[in-house]
């Protein structure tokens, strides 16, 4: 039997702006991108009656049974698309859980196009996204591999060849509940991105943007509020950011050495927390 493996890529919120709420799911606006930080995952068909999905490395621990992996699965079976084919799929965690970095959704989005490109499975555009969209909100943004802006009526636009640029990604020793922090979203706004285009990928231009969930984890955890104005004044990024709804805080700079550096400072202060020097890609 072939074992295939593939690349599942951590995402990071460059920028979130929440717009509203419609049949109990908030409606965001963000801007996404990938580092060069991933899961590992092993894909093997097997004669058996049913699936088995197994999560080891770092970040292996406390993953539910019924995951996203599970979902996907269990959500194409339903469906009868899968022809009783069983996998065997083995994960290699890398990504932390409840970063804000999107590991469990981007599982799920590099396995359901895996199948698709390797013709295990056939669906149309409506019936990815349908499909999608019942494991995760986000994971439609990991169907592609490119910086992406999710606008606030859920249109999706890529942009590809974009300049590199650092991050040093920040976890400490806990992590956020999406739902729970969604949960103390109180206000919205209007829409920022009004002409998508790559200029607003620029550093200089994301800087002037924001990410409305940080204020309700920061507010939540202040350990996150001490990580940030540490970073802030670490090597000069350009700015500092939480991803999604925490807990990773991600500090971006235009120079691999300062990010390099910073990630020595870092280390050597909060020794107990998880950090990555990365890059976009």
């Not at 590992?40 to 621990?61: A, D, L, M, P």
């Not at 409305?212 to 350009?238: G, M, Q, R, T, W």
Request: a positive charge; hydrophobic letters at 40%.
């Amino acid at each position: 039997m072939n074992i295939y493996k593939i690349k599942s890529y951590a995402k990071i919120n460059l920028s979130l702006n929440i717009t509203g709420k419609k049949s109990n799911l908030h409606q965001i606006e963000t801007m996404v991108a990938f580092v060069n930080l991933y899961d590992e995952i092993q894909i093997k068909i097997i004669n058996s009656k049913k699936n088995n999905i197994h999560f080891f490395g770092e970040f292996s621990k406390e993953i539910s049974k019924k995951n996203t992996i599970y979902r996907l699965l269990e959500i194409l079976e339903k469906l009868k698309i899968l022809n009783n084919i069983k996998f065997e799929i083995k994960v290699n965690k890398k990504i932390p859980n409840k970063a804000g970095l999107g590991g469990g959704s981007m599982n799920a989005a590099s396995i359901l196009k895996f199948l698709i490109e390797k013709r295990f499975i056939f669906l149309d555009k409506k019936q990815i996204m349908t499909i999608s969209r019942k494991i995760g909100s986000d994971v439609t943004l990991g169907l592609k591999l490119a910086n992406s802006i999710l606008t606030s009526n859920n249109d999706i636009k890529y942009y590809k060849k974009l300049k590199t640029f650092y991050t040093l990604i920040v976890k400490p020793d806990f992590g956020c509940s999406t739902k729970e922090i969604f949960s103390k979203v109180r206000k919205f706004h209007k829409p920022k991105i009004k002409n998508p285009n790559k200029k607003i990928f620029d550093l200089d231009y994301l800087k002037k943007l924001d990410n409305d969930l940080e204020e309700i984890a920061l507010s939540k955890y202040p350990k996150l509020k001490f990580i940030k104005l540490y970073l802030e004044a670490l090597n000069e990024p350009v700015f500092v950011r939480m991803t999604g709804s925490g807990s990773a805080i991600v500090a971006y700079f235009k120079s691999k050495k300062r990010c390099l550096s910073a990630k020595k400072k870092f280390n050597k202060k909060y020794k107990n927390y998880w950090c990555i020097a990365s890059k976009t890609i």
